[in-house]
């Protein structure tokens, strides 16, 4: 079953475009990961930012996040942030 998984975060004060600019750098990751169909950075205001990324399983999604701790991107990405992003994940209703 697909999932849709969104994440909100809010860049420091004076960092969202190197916030922008380390999305562009590994976006293209996210993209070609196993069991992703799919991933969109949409802007709210100035420092507030969604990615909503849709997965094959929810265990694609596990080892994505692990990939991602183990290569130092999210400690790096916290590092721009206010906080830890807030994840929530859905499942998708393909048939209605």
């Given at each position: 079953m697909t999932k849709m998984t969104i994440f909100e975060i809010q860049s420091k004060e004076g960092m969202s475009e190197?916030?922008?600019s380390f999305f562009k750098s590994i976006l293209p990751g996210t993209r070609d990961f196993p069991g992703n169909k799919g991933t969109d950075f949409s802007r709210l205001s100035d420092n507030k930012f969604i990615i909503v990324t849709y997965w094959q399983h929810e265990s694609d999604l596990g080892h994505?996040?692990?990939?991602r701790e183990n290569t130092g991107?999210?400690?790096l990405l916290l590092s721009f942030l206010i906080q830890a992003p807030n994840i929530v994940t859905y499942e998708v209703l393909e048939d209605i």
């Open positions: 190197k916030l922008v994505y996040l692990n990939w991107e999210f400690s």
